[in-house]
């Protein structure tokens, strides 16, 4: 057989890390079994995906994320590509491997110094030492400040402890059967004093270490999550991952970073190639699900024509809207990805403070935007596929299943658009402290002439053509990101008393911010590719149904009429039509490796 | 220890049938085994299903939907009533319970004559005969009428086949391991003829029967769904179900309703009681889903006020959002659920066609906009218990992952809606048949001067208090359904030669109409039951936020200036606080049996 020749869509999609993703793919095609997996039962399964993962063990995939003085390739950018792919298959996989080498080989790497480095880091990658990210507890989830096990520096050592049951350390991946040792995130305390959230490397199969298995889950069940709580259990000063705080034999803290929130944000900071990497996996997904829906949808006929042949499912318009502005919005997300992974790649590790964190609030935005978009796409792709969609062996049950946690792990996305508008305000925070009283009023009031003047509607009437002008439509994005933003801060200046009451009044406000704010970007990212008259149709298919799904908004702004807006629901409809015949060389173009493909309900349509 | 006291809303909510709400409670409280059940892997699961459904047996349910002179109680509200309360608990045993007496028996009583009910009714009562309904087939699942089993009349028998592999009948409950004979939907063919889609009651453990066994789904595994093959298997003539279409020994067919299609639909139309039980179903797992969510929002603390205390989650305006308008939701579905099983017990099974495709319409569109409702509502419970709600022990994934399927079983809910807006059509089809082509040419242009006219918006700006003006909300989703319905039958006309293609282009108004109708009715229950001040506020809410959640459509159809759709957003949110400390009243007053509460979630946070 000759090898298919590649789509330039692939290509194109496929990007900078092209041959990571080719790797990737030919790696997986030597997985033996690739059944549902859930079938295999939870402790058989949790086997399976051990066994996958000593597979990648060989591969290159651990080493690319790590040093080359330790055997590494310090090819960060390949790393989290390759961990997003693995989001092609049994999502157990992807984030037991995301586990052991991106949060626990991570942290040793990123907040460890050489002594942790030389110990660990190859042992790490060639899964003779299993380990856990022991970050969240039991009563804080998502406010990891407040953490409150601690670590109490005595006799040369930390006694770690977890004081109550709210504590423990909760969902910790590798925990129930596997991980040998935990990077442990806790209070450091030395001298009676307090120094904020630390992280040390402890072993977790010793006395004084109690693990529970979290049992059953909606989905990940390959994945062995435990609740870890610690009866005082002494390590070495040394087990202190020490890069941005350290403490001496005698006690004494010091820390290159000197006030404890910023060093506490710097640490978290080092630590975004996780939540990349689930936006990355997220994605292809998503892209598996709509591949699998639009194949059914291509072949599988329904109901009669008035005196013709059975319709085909892809040919009705309310079966275009549910998979093709999704199937859109899936190619915007994968180049604004493919940018983020980029800017993290290349900022390294000692950029300026304020790329950081631009980078983090990037990374916080798309894992959430990203997210949520698999939910509900690959919920709809089940229900596209009927009750055929509802069978394990069709595979969307389980890749329901295992997604259904991206959007509240991670960072909760709630959370997390919120920190992205807290960024996006941050500019405004320091023009007002900059500013005399005088200023900051004047700066008001053109704020508020700003909104009261109408600005004339972008768009009066059915005018088709404008829609489609790419400037226009990135100008609608600008203008409402910039709008939303502007009009955000306004209302968060009057936080002065009742600060948490203003805020919690303006919190939709604040989400919309944030998300106004990823939907620019992705846009951005999807327009810079659009150069093909097909991507450029797909673009304006993402641009104009993120426009039609916000046109209230647009609407209540000013920024387009009530026939404008009916134009944009017109020409979404158009654009489902024009692009239907390209839709099953839109979702091949992914190349999910066509093992993870094999549904049966796809058989008799071939 | 004392009964407590019945909240007077739970007084409200269980409505007509009252007592049996209770007596269903009562029964389930007995369960010995409530944790979540697809713990118990497939087979056990089965078994533990199979064994509470002959603990059922021994109730008073499965008479509730049976005629008297065979030990039934002819309580067809009832009937339906308890099935929907079957929806707090494993919904395995509703859907079980459901194919059992619902539809197995449900058919047997509703499209066989005497001969059938005196023969089969007590044996399927006692569950002394396992039946299943055997319509779907792999390639027509919504499309019944060209469903292509074959029963042929020859030598006094019908023979029952399978032609080919798409012809299999699908997703068949109770035939993988229980079921011992099939309600079985084939077309009729006698003397050569076809006279279209019959039941046949058909043993299926009987050599020329194929049962293959659907294997795990998504969630429901404790049903055993099977696929059944026929290969020219026998039955005797008495085998039909002859209510509607009867062959003599001859060979001769006769029916007292002479198109083969209105006869098609009028059998179809008896069987409605399913859906409207699924509705009931899907309505009491959302109830209880958000008992779950709101108990732990409740307790739940995270993140603190700047200087004060952990924030407890329902007090996060986001978070309020997530969870108050889609229990407000859950108020007007739950009685506008109670309006239509009263209208469907009145109704009796000799009503005026008329009114029985209007009730019919009604169960398909509540069916529709129910389970998505549902759908949604659990999936952003889970996401509102973050990490707790991923596990299977605090239930909310095995209520997501039961549930998932009823968005398209029983019906294809986009099917569904098309099928309600086909009975809005239905009036105006009339009237242009009746009249002249210079009356048809007036009435066109009288809507379209109706719709250039623009109306007076009715909500220019902030006017807080017309927003919560009964009457004004309720004019909204009458002209909204009005105006959608009117413009939609002018777009249809223009069907002539293009007929597909014009329907297609409409299918998003299509489905907007059946929306549009339904939320009108589910209003009008509501407003119904709304004096209670408490009641109203939540009816208030149930309006706004639909209102909120369709405002782009009334804003381009000039029923909502841009500032009068964001004083509906403020309304929203204002409600969402008021409304705040009442939340656990409002869920706590749905009485999930306790048992179905235990959550280890919950046990800490008490």
Redesign the interface.
Known sequence: MSEPQTDPLTTVLDGRWAEIRQAARAHVADFADVR?P??L?IEAHRAQVLEQLQSLAKTDLPALGFDAQYGGKADVGGAVTAFGMLGFGDLSLMVKAGVQWGLFGGAVQLLGTARHHERYLRQIMSLDLLGCFAM?EHG????VQ?LRTTATYEDGSFVINTPD??AKK??IGNAARDGEMAVVFAQLITGGESRGVHAFVVPIRVPGVTIED??????LNGVDNGRLSFDHVRVPREALLNRFGDVAGDGTYSSPIESDNRRFFTMLGTLIRGRVSVAGSAGAATERALTLAVRYAEGRR?????G?D??VLL????HQ?KLLPALAKSYGLHFAQEDLVGKLNDLGSDAPEEEQRELEARAAGLKAVATWHA?STI?TA??AC??A?????NL??DL??DT??F???EG???VLLQLVAKGLLTSYKEYFEELSPVAVARFVVEQFVDSVREKAPMLRGADADALLDCDWQRKMFEEREEHVIDSLARRLRKAGEA??DTF??A??HV?RAGRAHVERLVLESFAARADDPLLSKVCDLYALSSIEAD??WF????RLT??G??AV?AAV?KLCAELRPDARRLVDAFAVPEQFLAAPMLD?LA
Chains 1, 2 share one sequence.
């Open positions: 549902a859930g079938d039962g969240t804080h989830g998502s406010d407040h049951a709210s909760e969902y979290c049992g059953r889950k909606a989905g329904q109901f009669f024509k008035p013709g059975e319709v040919d009705y318009l309310a809207r939910t919920q089940r229900e009927g009750g969609g509802y069978l394990a062996e969307l049950a329901k299943a259904d946690v959007t509240t792990f909760d996305n709630t600060p948490f919690n009044a919190q939709d989400l046109r209230a609407m209540e702004h000013g009530p026939s807006s009916k629901t409809n008799e």
